[in-house]
């Protein structure tokens, strides 16, 4: 059996037609579909962008954090510094003067004077 020739209008059909829309499907899925698409590269370096700079900032705070518990270690004057701004200790001679808040009532009596009252001149 003889196999019928193909014909050239057929040969152009498929030149013309399918074999630009297999290369469209191919191009389009290489870009937007499948697992590494146009978009997901773009969140990923997005994301990566903003991990690098919460890790740039965790390092800053970490030197911060090293380099004081190296000063509480090792420094007087930051272990007294920390005494006397968080316990109020002092010195053996020394006085420690504290300011206390008014009373609230104090408060409001000094506010009430201060007010004017308009039929007064």
Sequence with gaps: MKKAP????????????????????????????GEYSVFEVRRVRVEN????????????ANDSLRTWAEALETDSATIERLARE???????GEVLYRIAPPPIDAV???????????ERP
């Design 86 to 92: 968080q316990h109020g200790m002092i010195r053996e």
């Design 49 to 60: 962008l903003e991990l690098e700079q919460r890790l740039v900032e965790s390092e800053r």
């Design 108 to 118: 409001t009596d000094a506010e009430a004077d201060s007010v004017q009252d308009p």
């Design 6 to 33: 193909r014909s050239a209008a057929g040969g152009a059909f498929l030149k013309r037609l399918i074999l630009p829309a297999l290369v469209g499907l191919s191009v389009y899925f290489a870009l937007f579909g």
